[in-house]
């Protein structure tokens, strides 16, 4: 077991807030940070802005110079050894003339996986793994989920009263959360490779599912919309097919794209799940274009379909403190869950205020 | 605007700390802290434990001895000028010799009513009212209800999962907190003059209602357990009619109360409200009863009435991290409510961490 000073701690949890600054424009790609230092002396900051881009070690090396040599890496994330978008980092800190590393994690991308680690031990470099893994590999999360289970990270979020009440029964429903809320979920859009949601939602409120917020577009990034319809009745006046980012829309079986495809709509076909989309078919494809979190905005349909599949890694919700009472429709319609027994645990990660809403965050044990 | 020293804060909130060690034993009275203190030095300190017994200032003075004289007395309730079970405390903060007295309120029963300040002051004693009143009235807000608008306060407990589910649709409600959260209601209970159910969680539960854990049976009090139960099903084998202490059945119209009589129960028929008891004048009895705090342990039925008489002053919910899911009951059953604003706003005051629960405590905004 590798030992960390004190000195170490502060270097590394620096490293990880520097590698936070990339949360809404780095993706696909994972997000790193990089501190350089000789003791307590930080030489050196660095972070991954963005895909193409220089990687957080690159950065650290161009702001530390000449100081780099004989100093310490501090990376969130194992260095890479394959030539990329971007030349290997280790062969970088190599050059710079870098005595030791320390990484939270090894990178899990198949194409990295120790190499990089390797190639800095060969040279003579000190290497050590693991301080404050735990943190990076939950900044890290939906990367992880892509290239170990073939899967983007699933996060459900849920605007709901304290009862548990998404709507009333006629379904109105603006606006249960505050504009503190709502501006929150922004950021978890555009934290997010892809938005999901049902026909039902969009038939019924034809949402934008975009990033509005200014300094969170800075990026250009554009959450991909996916719009489970297994039965395609997409419409093709739906407003979320005229602003920019692109729409997938999922159905099963054989329609005529055409339309849709002119309106500026993806569809693809997926296997089918009784009358539904097979949304883990779905997530796959996801996945393979690159997308490491979806953020679920829908109904209470797809995410309860989300739940009793197990499909869902995180919650997030936003809590109003009112009492909306029985005539209302709940957070998840899971009907084959009848005893007790059945529910679905919860593992609080966060919980704060957010206006006068409270956000929940919790992880769901499947 | 009387203007305190951080010496007058800091005895004050000794006070109040003082105050809360009789809230599990005595009520009906308020419960009081009493620091007597000349300047920084604490020379006695009181509270009141039961009614019939001293009261907070008397314990004070006698702690304090001949060392209370020409010293100043924080009280969280201003001193009685009555004779009611014992003699008239501003009388013994004069005979004592005490020079100052600052309260936190003056006391609303009206018996009381600024005349024990009226007495000190003619005597010549310096007298303040008004410091951490917020938090003293917050201490008493159950007494405070009963002498101002002859109605105790209405605290309504929920054990809930985090989507608002109580129960499943099969009743399955066992259990839904941890052990924690449920030793907690018992010191709801425990502080509470009287417990509310309806007959239909006494059919289907059989609850016992009653205070169990021994730190907090120690004054001997139980609270008095209440029933709405309009047509009188009130079985004759209901546990609690077995246990120490009593229980009221609130039903309309006329019955022949002998049989449940015999069985350890008081029956009383009240005014009807459609086919329900009008727990508005149930309230009212049982603040003429001396019941300063009434806890609500119900079903939806019952809870979601309140709510819709705007009888509620307080809810709490405990929430299990679970997702129940949709074949569950609701928290309240509000057949009126429809629109999104008829929603109820609640005020949060605490929110903690209960065992593996959250207790939210939050007052409606009636």
Redesign the interface.
């Known amino acids: 077991m590798p030992s960390f000073s004190d000195i170490d701690c502060a270097h590394m949890a620096r490293a990880l807030q520097l590698a936070a600054r990339g949360l809404y424009s780095a993706h696909p790609n994972p997000i790193v940070g990089c501190v350089i230092a000789n003791n307590e002396r930080v030489v050196g900051e660095g972070w991954h802005e963005r895909a193409g881009e220089p990687h957080a070690e690159i950065n650290a090396l161009a702001a530390a110079g000449k100081d780099a040599e004989g100093g310490t890496a501090y990376v969130t994330l194992e260095p890479c050894a394959h030539h990329g978008k971007t030349p290997p980092c280790a062969e970088a800190l190599l050059q710079a003339g870098i005595s030791k590393v320390i990484v939270a994690m090894q990178d899990p991308f198949a194409q990295v996986a120790g190499r990089g680690l390797e190639m800095l031990r060969n040279a003579g470099v000190t290497t050590e793994v693991g301080l404050m893994q735990s943190a990076a590999e939950s900044l890290n999360a939906g990367f992880i989920a892509r290239v170990t289970r073939n899967r983007p990270m699933v996060r459900v979020k849920v605007a709901?009263?304290?009862?548990?009440?998404t709507a009333?029964?006629?379904g109105?429903?603006?606006w249960?959360t505050g504009p503190e809320a709502r501006n929150d979920v922004q950021r978890l859009r555009a934290r997010s490779g892809a938005i999901m949601t049902g026909i039902g939602t969009v038939l019924a409120d034809d949402p934008s599912l975009n990033v509005r917020l200014k300094e969170l577009t800075a990026a250009g990034l554009q959450p991909l919309r996916v719009v489970l319809d297994s039965r395609l009745r997409m419409p093709l006046s739906a407003g979320m097919l005229a602003l920019p980012g692109e729409t997938l829309v999922c159905c099963t079986g054989k329609h005529d794209h055409s339309r849709l495809n002119d309106a500026g709509a993806e569809v693809r076909s997926y296997a089918a799940d009784g009358a539904a989309v097979d949304v883990g078919a779905v997530l796959t494809d996801l996945a393979q274009r690159g997308v490491n979190d979806v953020l679920v905005e829908a109904g209470?349909g797809v995410t309860?379909y989300l739940?009793q599949k197990e499909l869902v890694d995180e919650?997030v919700?936003y809590q109003a403190?009112?009492?909306?009472?029985?005539?209302?429709r709940?957070?998840?319609?899971?009907?084959s869950?009848?005893?007790?027994a059945?529910?679905?645990?919860?593992?609080?990660s966060d919980?704060r205020r957010i206006g006068g809403d409270?956000r929940?965050t919790?992880r769901?044990q499947n």
Do not use: C, N, Y
Not at 342 to 348: E, G, W
């Open positions: 709901a009263s304290i009862d548990g009440a009333m029964k006629s109105e429903s603006q249960i209470p309860g739940l919650l919700i403190p009112h009492i909306m009472g029985s005539e209302t709940g957070m998840f319609q899971t009907s869950w009848l005893a007790l059945d529910r679905k645990r919860l593992q609080i919980v409270t929940i919790a769901v």
